[in-house]
Nanobody
Framework: QVQLEESGGGLVQAGGSLRLSCAAS????????MGWFRQVPGKERDLVAV????????YYTSSVKGRFTISRDNGKNSVYLQMNSLKPDDTAVYYC?????????????????WGQGTQVTVSP
């Protein structure tokens, strides 16, 4: 059983940057694909970026491509999301997720473990 804890959210002006961190405990993430998802009230939880177990493969939703970077440090049992050139449309609760599989998946239902989320608010 792996526990995930996000940090690094906050309020930032449009054009600014934030770096989200996800610290895992209880089990290693080195055998797990990891992802970041986001959700706004009344909408489904949407994929932002995912990464395979060794970081050799990543995928980004089109709206963040070129602005966000997902990375992982298996030695620190952590995953990160560097967010640059933030836009008001990026405002959401961001969740870290892990799945008990080495391969990337693109839907929230494929992920077994979730953090509590961290709020990111981008002002105009």
């Amino acid at each position: 059983q792996v526990q995930l804890e996000e940090s690094g959210g906050g309020l930032v002006q449009a054009g600014g940057s934030l770096r989200l961190s996800c610290a895992a405990s209880g089990d290693t993430i080195s055998t797990k694909a990891m992802g970041w998802f986001r959700q706004v009230p009344g909408k489904e939880r949407d994929l932002v970026a995912v990464i395979n177990r060794d970081g050799s493969s990543t995928y980004y939703t089109s709206s963040v491509k070129g602005r966000f970077t997902i990375s992982r440090d298996n030695g620190k049992n952590s995953v990160y999301l560097q967010m640059n050139s933030l836009k008001p449309d990026d405002t959401a609760v961001y969740y870290c997720a892990a799945r008990s599989n080495i391969f990337i998946a693109y839907t929230a239902s494929a992920y077994n473990y979730w953090g509590q989320g961290t709020q990111v608010t981008v002002s105009p």
